[in-house]
């Protein structure tokens, strides 16, 4: 019986939220084992696996048996385990699976348990900002160096608690594709510098990261910014935008027949500044009316299209060129 596996000499406990993953790398480390040795040893069909999958099947009771840890403490933590304890009470974590992701978890709060390697959790789309210690940890964040302080623009903190009482006040479910429409939106209309919040937040970490390396020339010519500053340098902007998206006022006059009305909703959002030049010349704004018109008239906005933020530009930042760019877009001479 696989449950009987004797356990190792080191217990790990997990990390809440982890991935099996991490936490099965974690676990061959701590008790110098090769990871894709103990995926075998835990699940006999991944034996020879190549490479290491992202996800794969490990039984709980296994798990249990092989790590000395309780089954319900293990599914409580273990996302992608977790329904093979379905007595659990799990409200309000992150499960296995979109629209959640995968990302870093925070490097202080994981310094502070004492674990010095990176460890992958699931989180919502709305987990962007370690709420203990003002850390980006969300978009863009591929490595924990990626991780940006931003204690020092309140903004972007208090964007994450807002952002947190849109869900409360509409439903995650309303609010989440949503999410991904207002940043494709911001990102449309202020990806090119220009006298923005984001370009204002990107000009600050560029001095920050150049006053860092100021004794060092030759390391600063080479530095670049993590794309996960540009993600948090808009991020006040995309929750001002998200605000008037998931409300229902405001959808209803967006997707409304009537030339006033629709020029009442883009008055809306230039009177907020939220987007740079013309809400009606914004695809993809343009492209979420079309979207919500296209809905039932009494039904929940159609949820979930990605499609508007398919070409995000996944490669990092320049740190030299953060203002060396064409003006704005709609900009008399955008160069492009
Ligand atoms: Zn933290």
């Given at each position: 019986m696989r449950s009987k596996l004797p356990p190792l000499p080191r217990r790990l406990p997990p990390v809440q939220g982890e991935t099996t993953l991490s936490y099965v790398d974690r676990l061959a480390k701590a008790n110098h084992l090769d990871s894709r040795n103990l995926i075998g040893y835990l699940n006999p069909e991944l034996t020879g696996t190549r490479g290491l999958q992202r996800r794969f099947d490990i039984s709980l009771d296994v798990l249990a048996a092989v790590t000395g840890i309780p089954t319900a403490h293990l599914a409580?933590?273990?996302?992608?385990?977790?329904?093979q304890h379905p007595d659990l009470h799990t409200t309000g974590q992150a499960a296995a699976g979109r629209p959640n992701r995968t990302q870093p978890a925070c490097r202080r709060c994981m310094a502070a348990k004492n674990i010095q390697t990176t460890v992958a959790i699931w989180a919502h789309p709305d987990h962007n900002i370690c709420p203990r210690h003002h850390l980006w940890i969300g978009h863009g964040v591929i490595d924990p160096t990626d991780q940006v302080e931003v204690a020092q623009l309140p903004e972007i903190p208090r964007a994450q608690v807002r952002h947190r009482n849109l869900i409360r006040r509409h439903g995650r479910g309303r609010v989440e594709p949503f999410y991904e429409h207002a940043r494709a939106v911001i990102d449309w209309s202020t990806n090119l510098p220009c006298d923005t919040g984001r370009w204002n937040r990107m000009d600050y970490f560029v001095?920050?990261?150049?006053?860092?390396?100021?004794?060092?020339?030759?390391?600063?010519?080479?530095?670049?910014?993590?794309?996960?500053?540009?993600?948090?340098?808009?991020?006040?902007?995309?929750?001002?935008?998200?605000?008037?998206?998931?409300?229902?006022?405001?959808?209803?006059?967006?997707v409304s027949d009537g030339a006033a009305e629709r020029e009442h909703f883009y008055n809306q959002v230039m009177k907020s500044g939220l987007t740079n030049g013309t809400p009606a010349l914004n695809r993809p704004l343009q492209k979420w009316i079309a979207r919500q018109r296209d809905s039932q008239p009494d039904q929940a906005p159609a949820a979930g299209d990605l499609s508007t933020i398919a070409n995000w530009p996944g490669c990092r930042r320049p740190l030299e060129s953060a203002r060396s760019r064409p003006p704005c877009r709609d900009g008399s001479d955008d160069g492009g």
């Open positions: 409580q933590a273990l996302p992608e385990i977790r329904p001095a920050r990261e150049q006053a860092k390396t100021a004794s060092s020339p030759l390391r600063k010519r080479r530095l670049s910014l993590a794309r996960s500053h540009d993600y948090a340098a808009y991020y006040p902007e995309v929750i001002d935008l998200l605000s008037i998206l998931v409300s229902p006022y405001w959808l209803r006059i967006a």
